[in-house]
């Protein structure tokens, strides 16, 4: 019942500036990733209310080109308002259970020496490549189909990342939640994100 999400959130992609622009003008949408590796499954993925955590992205792509599939000549941030619909929400208790069990009905179907594995990738902390994340998040969706149950539209997750914040800290450097948009018609629209006016002064 409560997977229903009511309201619109503002959420933020990193892509190339040019990427940012047609979709502005409605030329093009934005890719569903496919990669085996996504943290949330098959989707859009967007950082939600935050437009610097995806600049920094984009600009870590353009730094380190063998590590992304996109060319990223100008890193730019582009935001969406979004409705998530009937989301997988992965901070609701319930829907951790519900993951869980996609774990099992996975091992059940595929006990072999290549069973998926979340990895590290060398030089950076956490698992950041989510082999098996993603297997169970996508098995769920199978299965749902399967049994002619609503396809969810969107996912989302929180993610502990990065170096401690500080020493003994329970707080790491990129922390964040994560949107996954597998139904595009939850994007209501897209905005080119404004800098703050620091020379405002309130009346």
């Not at 000549?73 to 582009?78: C, R």
């Not at 707080?171 to 404004?194: A, M, S, T, Y």
Request: net charge neutral; hydrophobic share 35%.
């Amino acid at each position: 019942m409560y997977s229903i999400k009511s309201g619109l959130i503002l959420a933020f992609h990193g892509c190339d500036r040019s990427v940012a622009l047609r979709v502005l003008q409605g030329e093009t949408m934005l890719k569903s990733s496919t990669n085996k590796y996504d943290w949330l499954g098959h989707g859009v993925y967007f950082w939600e209310n935050s437009p610097s955590r995806a600049l920094e992205f984009v600009e870590y792509l353009q730094q380190n080109p063998r590590k992304s599939k996109i060319n990223i000549d100008v890193p730019a941030v582009i935001g969406a308002v979004i409705n998530l619909g009937f989301c997988l929400d992965l901070l609701d208790y319930g829907n951790l259970q519900l993951l869980k069990e996609g774990y099992g009905t996975l091992w059940a179907y595929n006990k072999t020496s290549d069973f998926p594995q979340n990895k590290g990738v060398k030089g950076l902390e956490g698992l950041l490549l989510r082999e098996l994340d993603c297997a169970v998040i996508e098995t769920l969706h199978t299965v749902r189909d399967d049994l002619q149950y609503p396809p969810y539209d969107s996912i989302r997750g929180v993610f502990y990342e990065g170096d401690e914040l500080y020493p003994n800290a329970g707080f790491r450097e990129k922390d964040h939640i994560q949107i996954c948009v597998r139904n595009p018609n939850c994007i209501k629209g897209f905005f080119l994100p404004r800098k703050l006016d620091n020379d405002y002064q309130k009346v």
